[in-house]
Nanobody, 121 residues
Framework: QVQLVESGGGLVQAGGSLRLSCAAS????????MGWYRQAPGKQRELVAD???????RYADSVKGRFTISRDNAKNTVYLQMNSLKPEDTAVYYC???????????????WGQGTQVTVSS
């Protein structure tokens, strides 16, 4: 069994900062990509940022220069530092980790439960 637990969401004023964390626990052999997605009311889930096992990152255009994704492989944890937050960043943020539970087998997508981020104007 693998579980992803997110933390760090909340209510912040425009221009403020939040840091999201997502830790994976359970039987894990290796983790490939880690990422953050978000879903605002009435909209589809979208990629915010992701990071490969080698440290390569990519960001949605809307968050470039404001958000930073990072990972701690020893802790099976991915972070999202969000600065200069805007009301349009309001959404439920979901963590995603693509991991192998065993040495043999294909990587599987796991999702966190989601954490609410609300940015007031």
């Amino acid at each position: 069994q693998v579980q992803l637990v997110e933390s760090g969401g909340g209510l912040v004023q425009a221009g403020g900062s939040l840091r999201l964390s997502c830790a994976a626990s359970g039987s894990i052999f290796s983790i490939n990509d880690m990422g953050w997605y978000r879903q605002a009311p009435g909209k589809q889930r979208e990629l915010v940022a992701d990071i490969t096992s080698g440290g390569s990152t990519r960001y949605a255009d809307s968050v470039k220069g404001r958000f930073t994704i990072s990972r701690d492989n020893a802790k099976n944890t991915v972070y999202l530092q969000m600065n200069s937050l805007k009301p349009e960043d309001t959404a439920v943020y979901y963590c995603n980790q693509v991991l192998r539970r065993f040495q043999i087998g294909t990587p599987i997508n796991y999702w966190g439960q989601g954490t609410q981020v609300t940015v007031s104007s």
